[in-house]
Every structure is written in structure tokens, then in C-alpha cells.
């Protein structure tokens, strides 16, 4: 124990010497890591590295990871489900619970559309999980040089004095251009073991324009942290390996319809048959290529048999759904909403549930605290935003339903409304408990419902006799009956009084 003390005292003395003993220290190490990395890898399974024979990259660079962002569909995916869902909708920023507008909340939604901060946000979170970290870029109006520090901002960030900037543009950039240059060495500072100043690379192209930004310009972004607060863990490493096969398996897959889906032949000589010269074989061979690459079908060969080689095609589907299995257990997302929309409406319930509790989870405990106020706070500070006591973050509630959502519902409500009316279900279930039972309305909404059908069973049968008489009043009055015998024009006569009948004559 004394011995390792020791040891921990002299590499402590060694890192705060001069530089190259600091570097020496790195070394060691560096050393220390990959012989502690071998070592576990013959823990795990000393007769063969699994790494090696599989074809695993041993260390994972951010160009790696860059490019498999770039060019592979389910690494792409695996880095931005979950910032996509997290921005499905956007957040609300405000000051108080009053309806009236204040001025910080004015500000803020003119900052947001004039530069569409919810759109880069949404984006710095999306790129920063590509390696270990992203940063964003606030340019103000200083008229200062990117390396110096930003003038009325404190070593935290914070404003100091009246000073007022303006915004003029926002940048995003992640691992692959951007590198810690300078770290906070000072213990009792608060940004202790945090960046002072990066080197950022802003023409991608020619990879020329690399400048020196400090960090009180820079909103610095790290998803997935553990032990550091600078470094957190790209979104692809623990699903490296699977991606890697993924890539193996379609390529392959690919590889081997192009080979397979055109045979093989071999080229057999009669055993009595001499041996072709130089000039028979040029020959062959560009008959061959012919048939290969042109659209001659036919070959014309003398003395020589052809076969055509049997050739295998497997389906790779089963080979890659075990491997999209496997990437969304790791994950934590439900398979059908890691394959896309269309499966995602398929999702069971308690799928949907459970997804949108994680991500009202990431919202609230990660991008509200480590991307929105650090960059609200930063906005205040340059004097962008207008200096409030506090302020709020507020997301739309993921279990609401949308507009299609709830057409979708009451079509089907009134469907199954028609269907019980029609099927003669009142006889059997009288309609208050089916409407409590079944549909899951309250006693209080039911009996609100009773008492508009009420009123509007009277409203229609009202309307429906004043209708009658409208119709009534409009049809001409009957004309007087006539005797047959009558001549038309001439009066009716006085009929005659009929004899009394008296009862015993």
C-alpha cells in the first residue's frame, strides 16, 4: 500500500513538472491502458483475441465514427433517434405564469425565429453524441478576435457589468473539427479541468480555415458523461461492434449477389488434346471477356469443354434483424420505433409509454439543464437577452394526442356508437353504463349528455311541428261537397224535414 502511494506521489510530482516529464507521464499512461486492455481481452478469452479475428478496430477515432455517421444508415440512426424525438416539439421559455408577455420572453421568441435557436440546439445535440463532444459558436458583435475572451463575462460565464452585444450568427461543429487546445489547470478555479481555448476547423473542405475560439464563445456540448465533464461517450461505441457487422453483413451480402449472380466456368482440355499456345490463349481470353463484360452470348472454342460452376446466393434478412435486435436492446428503444415511423405506428402501448417517459426523462434531465439554459444563460450574459431573476423551461406533454390522433379516435367512437345503436345493445346494456363502462366517461359527462339529448330531442320535435304547420298554411282550403244531381250554378235545395218516427204506431 505504501509502495502505491508512493507511486501515485511521484506521477502527481511528474505531471505538475515541466512538459516533458508530463508527457512522459502520458506515455505511462498510455501504456498502462493497453497492457490493462490486453490483459482483460486474455481474462475474457485467453485462447484467441475475438477482436482481432472478427476484424474489430482495437481504437475508435472520431473520423472513424464521423464516417460511419456519414455513410452507414443505422450508425446514422443510432446518433440521431433520440435527439429527433427529443425536438419533436419544440419548448417553451418563459419568465412567469402570467398571460402577459414580459420583456425577456418577447426577446427571447424574437432571438428564436431570427435565428432559429431551437433548430441549431435540436442540431449541436444531435452532431455533439457523433464523437465524444460538439460545440456551439456564438458570434456577437465584439469586434474582438475569436481567441480573446468575450469582455463583461466572469470566469463562469456570468455577466459582469452593463455590457450589451448583439447576436449575429450560430455555428455548430462536432469531435472531428473541433480540439481541446488548452485546459484549466488551476485547482481553485471554477473551471477547473475545462476547456480555456479549442482549435476549430471551419472550412470542412479544405480543412484550412483552423482557428483559435476561447471558451466564453463556445457552449460546449458532451452527451453520455460519466467521469469527465468535457468528454462524454459517443453514441456508437457500445454498438461499434454490431455496426461493424451490420456493415460486413450487407456488403457481403452485396459482394456476393454480384459474384453469384453471374457463375463461374471452367475450362477444361480433352486429354488428348495439345497444349494451347501463347497465341490460343490470348485468344481465349478475350473471347471470355466478351462474353463477360459485352452483350456476345455466344463462345467459340475448339477443343476445349466448358462447365459452369455452381454458384450460392443466402438471404441475409434473418443475419441482419438479429443485429437490429440486438442494437435497439442495447439502446433502450422499442424495435418497431427504431425501424421508423411506419413501424411505429404498429408500437404496442406500453412501448409507446415507456419510449415517452425516456425521453421526457432526457429532456428534462439533459437538454433543459446541459444545452437550453447553458445557452439561455450565455445570451444573457453578452447582454442578447434582458437580465431576469429566473426563468422556465417547459415541454409539451409527449402523451397528448395530435389532431390525426384524435380524428382517428372519435371515428372510431362513432363507429362503435352506431354500431350499439344499430345492434339493439341498448336492450342489454342501457346507454348511461355503456357509456361509462365501455366508452370511460365520467358520471358527470353522461349525465351532461343526457340533458343535450334531452334539449335537443325537444328542439327538433318543436321544429318539426311548426314545419307542419308552415306546410299547413300554404295548402288551399278544401271546396264545399256538392250533390251529384246538382247542376253545376244552381243553389242546393232545402232538403225536407224528415217524418218523427213515434214509437207503438
Not at 59 to 70: E, G, L
Not at 189 to 211: G, L
Not at 314 to 329: G, R, Y
Amino acid at each position: 500500500m505504501v509502495e502505491r502511494v508512493n507511486k501515485i506521489a511521484v506521477l502527481r510530482n511528474a505531471m505538475e513538472g515541466e512538459a516533458e516529464d508530463r508527457a512522459v507521464v502520458r506515455d505511462m499512461v498510455s501504456n498502462a491502458s493497453l497492457l490493462r486492455s490486453n490483459l482483460l481481452s486474455k481474462l475474457i478469452d485467453s485462447r484467441r483475441d475475438i477482436d482481432d479475428e472478427c476484424g474489430y478496430p482495437k481504437n475508435i477515432t472520431s473520423a472513424q465514427y464521423k464516417m460511419m455517421f456519414d455513410r452507414e444508415g443505422i450508425a446514422n440512426r443510432v446518433v440521431t433517434i433520440y435527439p429527433e424525438e427529443t425536438w419533436g416539439r419544440d419548448p417553451e421559455v418563459f419568465e412567469n405564469e402570467s398571460p402577459d408577455e414580459t420583456e425577456f420572453e418577447g426577446a427571447f421568441k424574437k432571438v428564436e425565429k431570427e435565428f432559429q435557436l431551437w433548430s441549431y440546439l435540436a442540431k449541436i445535440d444531435e452532431i455533439s453524441g457523433i464523437g465524444r463532444f460538439g460545440v456551439l459558436l456564438l458570434g456577437i458583435d465584439d469586434g474582438k478576435d475569436l481567441k480573446e475572451p468575450v469582455e463583461g463575462v466572469d470566469k463562469v460565464g456570468k455577466k459582469v457589468g452593463n455590457i450589451q452585444h448583439k447576436l449575429l450568427y450560430l455555428r455548430a461543429f462536432d469531435e472531428s473539427l473541433v480540439t481541446v487546445k488548452e485546459v484549466e489547470k488551476d485547482r481553485t478555479n471554477p473551471r477547473y479541468s475545462k476547456p480555456i481555448s479549442y482549435s476549430v476547423t471551419f472550412d470542412i473542405e479544405t480543412a484550412s480555415q483552423e482557428q483559435v475560439v476561447h471558451w466564453s464563445r463556445i457552449i460546449h456540448i458532451a452527451d453520455n458523461r460519466r467521469s469527465s465533464e468535457v468528454y462524454g461517450t459517443p453514441r456508437m461505441q457500445v454498438l461499434f461492434n454490431r455496426l461493424y457487422d451490420l456493415r460486413k453483413i450487407a456488403g457481403g451480402s452485396g459482394e456476393m449477389f454480384w459474384k453469384g449472380g453471374f457463375p463461374g466456368y471452367s475450362f477444361e482440355m480433352a486429354p488428348d488434346a495439345k497444349p494451347l499456345t501463347t497465341d490460343e490463349l490470348d485468344t481465349l481470353r478475350e473471347t471470355v471477356a466478351d462474353y463477360a463484360n459485352g452483350l456476345q452470348r455466344y463462345l467459340t472454342l475448339q477443343g476445349v469443354t466448358t462447365k459452369s460452376i455452381q454458384s450460392q446466393v443466402a438471404d441475409p434478412k434473418s443475419h441482419i434483424e438479429v443485429q437490429l435486435e440486438i442494437i435497439a436492446i442495447a439502446m433502450g428503444v422499442p424495435q418497431r420505433i427504431f425501424m421508423g415511423s411506419e413501424q411505429a405506428k404498429l408500437a404496442s402501448i406500453t412501448d409507446s409509454a415507456t419510449w415517452n417517459k425516456r425521453i421526457n426523462r432526457r429532456q428534462t434531465k439533459y437538454v433543459t439543464p446541459y444545452i437550453i439554459r447553458p445557452v439561455v444563460d450565455r445570451l444573457i450574459a453578452f447582454g442578447v437577452l434582458p437580465e431576469v431573476a429566473e426563468y422556465d423551461v417547459d415541454w409539451p406533454d409527449l402523451e397528448s394526442s395530435s389532431d390525426l390522433d384524435k380524428a382517428e379516435v372519435l371515428a372510431k367512437m362513432t363507429e362503435a356508437f352506431a354500431k350499439y345503436v344499430a345492434g339493439g345493445v341498448d336492450m342489454l346494456i342501457p346507454p348511461e353504463q355503456f357509456l361509462i363502462m365501455f366508452a370511460g366517461l365520467t358520471t358527470e359527462q353522461v349525465k351532461e349528455i343526457n340533458k343535450a339529448a334531452v334539449e335537443y330531442q325537444d328542439e327538433v320535435e318543436e321544429r318539426e311541428v311548426e314545419q307542419q304547420k308552415e306546410i299547413q298554411k300554404m295548402q288551399p282550403a278544401p271546396a264545399p261537397r256538392q250533390n251529384p244531381k246538382e247542376k253545376p250554378g244552381q243553389p242546393a235545395p232545402i232538403p225536407k224535414p224528415r217524418p218523427k218516427v213515434i214509437k207503438g204506431e
